[in-house]
C-alpha cells in the first residue's frame, strides 16, 4: 500500500523533493506572519515594501537571465562557462543599479512620498547583489538535481528573515527592522547555495564569449521581457504608494502575501522543476513537450482551486484573526486579487514555456502591451483604491490566460508543422523511389 503512494516520476520526485523545502519556507512565513503584523504598523510595511520592490525589480535581471541557460548545456564545462558569465554580469549591474539609484533614488522616493528612506537608499544595492546572487545558485541547484538542497536552502532563508523581523520587532518595531531582516536571509541564502554545490569559475575569453553569442536570446529578449513583467507585476506598490500613501502598499502587500502563503506551498517548486524537464522534453519533440505542458497546466488548475475557493469564502474570518484589527481593510483586497493569482500561480509555473520554445522575441512584445495596459488600470482608477485593484486584476487574469492559451497553440502548430513536413518527406521518397 505503501509503495502505491510513492511518486513514481522523477518528475513527481524532484517535486516533491523542492517542494517539501518550499511548503516548509512558506509554513514558516504564513505561521509568523501574524505575530510580525502586530509588530509592526501597516505603514512600517509599506514603506520597507517600497525598498522590497526595488531590489526584486532590479534583481531578477541583474544577470540578464544567463542563470536560465545554466540547465540547457549537457556539457558540464560549457555550463560552467554560462555560470561565470552569469557572476560577472551580476557584478557589473550592481554597480549600474548604484550609478542609477544615486543620480535618481531621491526623485523615485519623492514622487512616492518616501523621501523618509533616503538615508537607506544605497543599502538597496546589497539586496540587489544577494537577490541575484541568490536566483544564480537556485538553478545551480537545479543543474545539479540538488532539489532537496535547494527545498533547504529555502527554509533558512525563510527561518532567518523572519525569525530575524520577530526578534527585532519586539525590541525595535520599524520599517528599518523588516529590512535588514530581508537583506540577512538573501546573504545566507547566497552563501549557502553556492557552498552546497560543485562548480568551476571559467576565466577563459574566447569560451565566455562563445556561449554569451550561443545564449545571447536571454539577454537581448528574456531579460527586459522578465524586466517588464516583474514591473508590471510590481506597479500597485508604487502607484498605490503614490496616491494613496505608504499604508496602502501595505494592505495591497499583506493581502497577496497571506494568498501566496498557502496557495504557493508547491508552485515556484513545480515551475523550478518544469523549467528542468521542459529543456530536457523540449528536445525529444513537440509531441512530448505538449504533453509535459497539458499535463502540468491540468494539475495545477486542480491543486489551486480548492484553496481559491477557501480563501475567498473565509477571508473575513481569517484576516482579523490572523493578522488582527489593524489589517481588516486587507479582506476587500483579498477578495478581489484572489481569483487573478489563481491564474498567475498556473501562468507562474509555465512561464519560462516560451523561452523553451524559443520564442522570446514575441514573449517580449506580449509583456510590453500588458505593462502599459496594467499602467492604465492603475493610473485610470487612481482617485479610488479598490477600484484600481479590481481594473488591475482583470487585466492581470486576461494576462495569464493570454499566456496559457498562447503556448497551447504555439505547440500544436509546431506539432502540425511537424507532422506536415514528415507528410512531406515519405511522398518524395514514395515518388524518389518511384
Not at 282 to 292: C, E, I, V
Not at 384 to 396: D, L
Amino acid at each position: 500500500m505503501i509503495s502505491k503512494l510513492k511518486p513514481k516520476s522523477e518528475f513527481a520526485k524532484n517535486v516533491i523533493s523542492l517542494a517539501s523545502g518550499s511548503a516548509i519556507g512558506s509554513a514558516i512565513i504564513f505561521l509568523t506572519v501574524p505575530v510580525i503584523a502586530r509588530l509592526y504598523l501597516p505603514e512600517d510595511y509599506g514603506k520597507f515594501q517600497i525598498f522590497a520592490s526595488i531590489i526584486i525589480i532590479f534583481s531578477v535581471i541583474s544577470s540578464f537571465k544567463f542563470e536560465l541557460a545554466l540547465v540547457l548545456p549537457k556539457d558540464r564545462a560549457e555550463s560552467n562557462a554560462v555560470l561565470t558569465l552569469s557572476l560577472f554580469f551580476l557584478i557589473f549591474t550592481t554597480v549600474i543599479f548604484g550609478i542609477i539609484l544615486y543620480l535618481t533614488g531621491a526623485s523615485i522616493l519623492r514622487i512616492m512620498n518616501a523621501e523618509v528612506l533616503q538615508p537607506y537608499l544605497l543599502t538597496i544595492l546589497f539586496g540587489i547583489f544577494c537577490a541575484g546572487f541568490i536566483q544564480i545558485g537556485q538553478y545551480l541547484f537545479v543543474r545539479e538535481n540538488a532539489f532537496k538542497k535547494a527545498g533547504a536552502n529555502r527554509i533558512f532563508q525563510s527561518s532567518i528573515s523572519q525569525g530575524m523581523k520577530i526578534g527585532i520587532g519586539l525590541m525595535w518595531p520599524s520599517f528599518l527592522g523588516l529590512y535588514i531582516s530581508q537583506l540577512t536571509g538573501y546573504l545566507v541564502a547566497g552563501y549557502l547555495a553556492f557552498a552546497r554545490c560543485k562548480f568551476d569559475v571559467v576565466l577563459s575569453i574566447q569560451k565566455l564569449t562563445k556561449v554569451f553569442y550561443k545564449y545571447k536570446k536571454f539577454m537581448y529578449f528574456t531579460t527586459p521581457s522578465v524586466f517588464m513583467n516583474i514591473l508590471s507585476l510590481n506597479l500597485p506598490v508604487f502607484l498605490l504608494g503614490k496616491y494613496h500613501g505608504p499604508e496602502a502598499i501595505a494592505y495591497y502587500v499583506m493581502a497577496v502575501k497571506l494568498i501566496d502563503a498557502p496557495m504557493g506551498l508547491i508552485g515556484g517548486a513545480i515551475g523550478q522543476v518544469y523549467f528542468k524537464n521542459a529543456a530536457d522534453t523540449f528536445h525529444k519533440g513537440p509531441n512530448d513537450f505538449f504533453t509535459l505542458y497539458k499535463n502540468t497546466v491540468k494539475k495545477l488548475a486542480l491543486l489551486f482551486i480548492g484553496p481559491t475557493i477557501f480563501v475567498f469564502l473565509f477571508s473575513k474570518i481569517l484576516v482579523p484573526t490572523v493578522l488582527g484589527e489593524k489589517w481588516v481593510l486587507a479582506i476587500s483586497v483579498i477578495e478581489i486579487v484572489v481569483f487573478w493569482k489563481f491564474f498567475d500561480f498556473i501562468y507562474s509555473s509555465v512561464s519560462t514555456s516560451l523561452a523553451t520554445l524559443e520564442r522570446q522575441g514575441f514573449e517580449y512584445v506580449y509583456r510590453a502591451i500588458f505593462l502599459v495596459a496594467r499602467f492604465l488600470s492603475l493610473y485610470l482608477f487612481q482617485n479610488n483604491f479598490h477600484n484600481s485593484i479590481i481594473a488591475y486584476s482583470i487585466v492581470s487574469i486576461l494576462y495569464n490566460l493570454t499566456y496559457i492559451i498562447t503556448v497551447y497553440i504555439i505547440i500544436k502548430l509546431d506539432i502540425h508543422r511537424k507532422e506536415y513536413n514528415l507528410k512531406l518527406f515519405k511522398n518524395k521518397r514514395k515518388y524518389v523511389a518511384k
